[in-house]
């Protein structure tokens, strides 16, 4: 016996204490009321029978006193929360990882198929906390795009029963590499160590960045043992409790969405539907546009079909572009049916802003520039030469400059690209090159983006000088050719040739490669266009003006502030929908306008997720097995259909085992136990007393 | 004008205070001259003026023979007994005289007592029993004088507290009921002491009639053998207030004798008073049979009967005037 409350030589000095006052008190018995009577000859009769068991009624006494006394025993006793020695020697220590995936929304759980899967997982880890032993502890940590501890490894089953109720399923895949990970860096050298995981699904290779994670074969202290018939990870044991049981889904698996370059009203959308159910499925797919339907499309999947559409050239929407499917009614005046995951069920997308956008271009009748800028539509291109931007400057406000020739300082405010610079720009100009040619480029930079700048023929250009800080997108040998930068956060561009003495002008990617600069200058990035995945780290444009922090508005309305990094917002998102990005209150842009939100949407497209037949163990490949060439070869062979992503592991490896001791129980703590004692011996005391058999 | 009237007017009860003046009232004495009427139409025969005695005398009754003794007068000698048994027999007859009763109170603080203000509860009881004795024993002493016998009432605790001296004629009903209000409730009893007291002052033999509740420590037989031992003719009035059967009590308590001052703790219980009430009536069983083996006119006042009935269930059972 142990005690792991007070220590025993304080429960001693407490109970000698107290009984001696409960004894002080037992003697010292209540005054007792004094009553006349005419004649107490008769009542001494009666007490003379009394008197006659007068030992027995000191017994009784007795038997109260003792009663007290052991009441006060218990209650010293619970104060010591005793335990039995075994009890804390075998005491478990758990990590407990719930899938919170998108799949734990599906609805097929409880009699009526309607139980989230999430309250299934919930129920099965309270009878787990439930049947926990006296000294094991808990950890519980929730498996999505990242892994949550919702407590600390504790013993407390009201902290743990707590942590259900913040188990919430979200929009994105489980990381379960980095869960598990997770877990057996929490338990190495840990004794008794078990990682239980309650999911439903396809968890995938236990493999990430650092590597792969395998199992063992252990016995019952965890030790490794080829023969034993426990399945480990690390130091610890590996039990898996399956959640769910439906499979109907049929999920939108791709979603895209941008506007034609040079018709901006317009748009094409790609997306992708799957049917992941083992039937076939008649589907409506709606689209619309700024909430107002825009087209209405049945469709009929085959079991495990997937199927590509695209819409081009739709209009109608200036924004929001939202897909939605349902399993088609049988009669079009039924309500929709829904499948068992409603999660991807709908799909996102912004289309990029339709804004026009200012061009003064100060240039001397360069014939090549101004047809380039004639191509988009969107473009409000005021043309002047150079004498006459030197006699009157600019003309009403621009967004973009572009300096033909001439090299005037950056303005504040007002981006600009150089073509063939001088001196007196933001830039230095070095020396010239004779036929230069771009023989380095950055081909992920903006600027390049649908462009081929190899092999263009140039007879003359100059070198340029960056300042640091300042990106060259494209250089020749001798030096750079193309840099993108910025001076007090005002963006500019050099190129460092005149266009005129080149072939560029005869290449496509000569107005692209304006259109490129434009966007780049007004943000008008067509990354975004496509919706961001939900469950990875996003960089999302952020309004004009904003450079350290900025407010993301989710799709529930809820506030966050996100920094900002290199000009875009960074945040992990969990939740499909539309969000916002707004500028904090007192941030403007460089004009002092107040900067204009920032749309964009993010989706659930993924479909291992959408996949939500559960699979009914977990299993982990075993790194022996892996690195026997013959075993790897016949479950090569036998995994080739392909039909089970977890054949290999089950092949090669083992299948966690069941949660021990996970039945319904109580806690054996003993201090609850002596508290229920105590309770009875004051209701045994208390009826003694009032009918008088111990007084 | 009656006596009881004029002694209404006359007597000092007018003057004193309103529980003397409750005790013999107006009402009281009506009563009183109700039932002196009553006993003689229905007791008409028995119950006349005088009352003869077992002790043969001179009268005119013949009661009895008995062997002649030499020195006995010739002239009692009955010849035709003689004359066909060949036997001297003396004729016995009764001899007429009138007779003294003795109305001896118990004035003990148990007569006293009254268990509804003692418990300080403040809920009406039936009064203390030597109320009720004392009008008892005032009815009876009426009846008495009014039957032209001697009466006299005696007081006692643990000896004989106080007398009043041997009188007769019904107009002294007012010396009655000044000694019976002068009576008050002190001491402990011993019927014993207290009636050996009394048979030595008062040589001349009769009705003993004891008003009592018969609470005596050293046992209520003594007091009654005493009379019974000295030629007394004893009869037992046995006060009882059924509020002593069940004292209204609870918890624990220490119980004081109101006269020895005995102390007992002990907690009250409704088994308890069960048994109690078992053991209460078991002792007026027991007073009751004594009596009656011992041929003593027995009989229980209840306190909570009106005197009134409770006199005439007396001459209705015989025993009191013969």
């Avoid at chain 1, 992941?276 to 499309?297: A, M």
């Avoid at chain 1, 085959?302 to 399993?327: C, H, T, V, W």
Wanted: hydrophobic residues 40%; contains cysteine; proline residues 6%.
């Amino acid at each position: 016996m142990h005690f792991l409350g007070l220590p025993f030589a304080e429960l001693v000095t407490i109970f000698a204490i107290a009984g001696g006052a409960v004894t002080a008190l037992y003697v010292l018995k209540l005054r007792r009321r004094p009553i006349t009577v005419p004649f107490s000859k008769l009542w001494a009769r009666i007490l003379k029978d009394k008197e006659a068991t007068s030992l027995f009624s000191r017994l009784k006494r007795i038997f109260s006193l003792l009663l007290q006394l052991a009441m006060l025993a218990l209650l010293v006793l619970a104060l010591g929360d005793p335990r039995a020695a075994i009890e804390i020697v075998k005491g478990r220590n758990l990590v407990v990882l719930v899938d919170t995936s998108a799949s734990m929304q599906a609805r097929d759980g409880g009699p009526a198929g309607k139980k989230p899967r999430i309250d299934e997982a919930r129920e099965s880890l309270r009878k787990i906390v439930r049947g926990l032993g006296a000294s094991d502890h808990m950890l519980i940590a929730s498996m999505d795009a990242v892994v949550t501890p919702l407590t600390p490894m504790t013993g407390d089953t009201s902290r743990l029963e707590q942590a259900l109720d913040e188990l919430r399923p979200v929009d994105a895949r489980a990381d379960f590499p980095r869960a598990l990970r997770y877990a057996v860096d929490t338990l190495r050298g840990v004794k008794r160590a078990e990682i239980v995981v309650l999911s439903d699904g396809v968890l995938g290779e236990a493999k990430d960045g650092l590597g792969a994670i395998y199992s063992n074969a252990c016995d019952e202290e965890n030790a490794p043992k080829p023969a034993g018939k426990f399945t480990c990870v690390g130091d610890a044991r590996l039990s898996f409790v399956p959640v769910g049981s439906g499979k109907r889904n049929v999920a939108i698996t791709q979603y895209s969405v941008r506007r034609y370059p040079l018709d901006r009203s317009r748009y094409e959308v790609m997306i992708e539907v799957q049917n992941l159910g083992d039937k076939d499925e008649d589907i409506e797919l709606r689209l619309l546009g700024d909430g107002v339907l825009v087209d209405l499309t049945k469709l009929h999947l085959k079991a495990g079909e997937k199927l590509p559409r695209f819409y081009p050239n739709l209009g109608g929407a200036s924004q929001k572009l939202e897909a939605r499917i349902n399993i088609a009614p049988l009669s079009p005046s039924d309500p929709p049916i829904y499948d068992d995951l409603p999660a991807d069920d709908r799909a996102y997308a912004v289309l990029p802003e339709r804004r026009r956008t200012k061009v003064l271009a100060v240039t001397d009748a360069n014939t090549y520039l101004e047809a380039a800028l004639l191509l988009d539509e969107y473009l409000d291109v005021t043309t002047m030469t150079p004498d006459e931007w030197r006699a009157h400057g600019e003309l009403g406000k621009s967004d973009v400059a572009i300096y033909d020739g001439v090299t005037p300082p950056l303005k504040p405010g007002l981006p600009a690209l150089y073509l063939d610079p001088k001196d007196g720009g933001p830039i230095k100009v070095g020396p010239a090159i004779k036929e230069p040619g771009f023989d380095t480029l950055d081909r992920k930079h903006p600027l390049l983006r649908w462009t081929a700048f190899d092999n263009i023929g140039i007879t003359t250009a100059n070198k340029l000088v960056p300042a640091e800080g300042d990106k060259i997108v494209g250089a020749s040998n001798d030096g750079p050719l193309l840099v993108a930068g910025s001076r007090a956060g005002t963006k500019f561009v050099a190129l460092s040739f005149d266009v005129r003495q080149s072939d560029l002008p005869l290449r496509i990617a000569w107005p692209v490669f304006l259109m490129n600069t434009i966007n780049w200058f007004v943000e008008e990035d067509a990354d975004y266009l496509s919706s961001f995945k939900t469950g990875e780290v996003w960089h999302v444009p952020v309004p004009l003006g904003v450079t350290s922090q900025a407010v993301l508005v989710d799709p529930e309305g809820a506030p966050h502030p996100v920094p900002v990094q290199e000009g875009r917002a960074v945040y992990l998102g969990e939740r499909a929908g539309f969000y916002r990005i707004k500028a904090p209150p007192d941030v403007t842009t460089p004009s002092g306008a107040t900067p204009s939100d920032v749309y964009f949407a993010a989706n659930l497209v993924e479909p291992r997720e959408s996949a939500i037949a559960p699979e009914p163990a977990l299993a982990i490949a075993d790194e022996a097995w892996m690195r026997d060439p013959a075993r790897v070869a016949h479950c090569k062979l036998a995994c080739a259909s392909g039909v089970d992503p977890e054949c290999m592991p089950k092949c090669a490896g083992h299948e966690a085992g069941q949660v021990k001791d996970s039945g319904a129980g109580v806690r054996d703590e003993k201090w609850m136990y002596l508290l229920a004692l105590v309770a009875i011996a004051t209701v045994v005391e208390w009826a003694t007393y009032h009918r008088r058999i111990t007084v | 004008m009656g006596l009881l009237d004029l002694f209404k007017k006359q007597g000092p009860s007018s003057i004193r205070g309103a529980a003397y003046d409750d005790l013999f009232d107006d009402e009281f004495q009506r009563k009183l001259d109700y039932l002196a009427i009553v006993s003689r139409k229905v007791f008409a025969g028995r119950m006349r003026a005088e009352r003869r005695t077992k002790r043969s005398g001179s009268g005119i009754e013949f009661a009895d023979h008995r062997d002649y003794n030499p020195g006995d007068d010739f002239r009692y000698l009955d010849w035709n007994v003689y004359q066909r048994f060949g036997r001297l027999l003396v004729r016995l007859y009764e001899q007429e005289e009138d007779v003294s009763i003795y109305l001896i109170v118990d004035a003990s603080r148990s007569m006293g007592f009254d268990f509804k203000q003692k418990d300080g509860r403040g809920r009406p009881g039936n009064g203390p029993k030597i109320r009720h004795a004392k009008r008892l024993a005032a009815a009876l002493a009426y009846i008495g004088l009014s039957n032209l016998d001697r009466v006299s009432v005696v007081s006692t605790t643990n000896r004989v507290a106080d007398r009043m001296p041997t009188t007769r004629g019904k107009q002294r009903i007012h010396r009655v009921f000044d000694f019976l209000r002068s009576v008050e409730t002190d001491g402990a009893t011993s019927l014993e002491d207290a009636l050996k007291q009394f048979v030595a002052q008062n040589k001349r033999r009769g009705l003993a009639v004891l008003v009592s509740d018969l609470y005596d420590p050293a046992g209520f037989e003594k007091g009654i053998n005493v009379l019974r031992y000295n030629k007394f003719e004893p009869f037992v009035m046995h006060v009882v207030d059924p509020d002593d059967a069940k004292p209204d009590l609870s918890g624990d308590v220490r119980l004081l004798d109101c006269e020895t001052g005995d102390e007992r703790e002990v907690t009250i219980t409704k088994a308890m008073l069960e048994r109690y009430a078992k053991v209460y009536e078991a002792y007026l069983k027991e007073i009751e049979v004594f009596c009656t083996l011992k041929q003593v006119p027995y009989f229980r006042a209840d306190v909570t009967i009106p005197f009134d009935d409770l006199i005439l269930r007396v001459f209705r059972r015989g025993g009191f005037l013969r």
